[in-house]
């Protein structure tokens, strides 16, 4: 992993972390939806709002589908250039 894949990496854990209001321990790079009490459709988008923010970016609602893990979302970020 780059150091700037690294750092999008680190920057996607503690937002799901803050958003899913969980222990940062509880995640890492293979988590997904289901392996999260807390982490709901509400959740979800919650968390697709935040992402849009901190790296102002508008998420295609066909990628919606796919932000279901940690590697989806990051998918998702890399094909809006974030990553």
Same mark, same amino acid.
């Given at each position: 992993m780059t150091?700037?894949? *690294?750092?999008?990496?680190?920057?996607?854990?503690?937002?799901?972390?803050e958003i899913l209001l969980c222990d940062l321990s509880e995640?890492?790079? %293979? %988590? +997904?939806m289901e392996d999260i009490s807390q982490w709901d459709s509400i959740a979800n988008?919650?968390?697709i709002l935040k992402?849009?923010?901190?790296?102002?970016?508008?998420?295609p609602p066909a990628s919606l589908? *796919?932000? %279901?893990?940690?590697?989806?979302?990051? +998918?998702v970020l890399?094909?809006?250039q974030v990553a």
């Open positions: 150091d700037v894949s *690294e750092n999008i990496a680190n920057q996607l854990l503690n937002v799901v972390a995640l890492n790079m %293979t %988590t +997904k988008i919650n968390l992402l849009e923010e901190l790296f102002d970016i508008e998420i589908v *796919e932000m %279901t893990s940690m590697p989806g979302i990051l +998918k890399q094909q809006s």
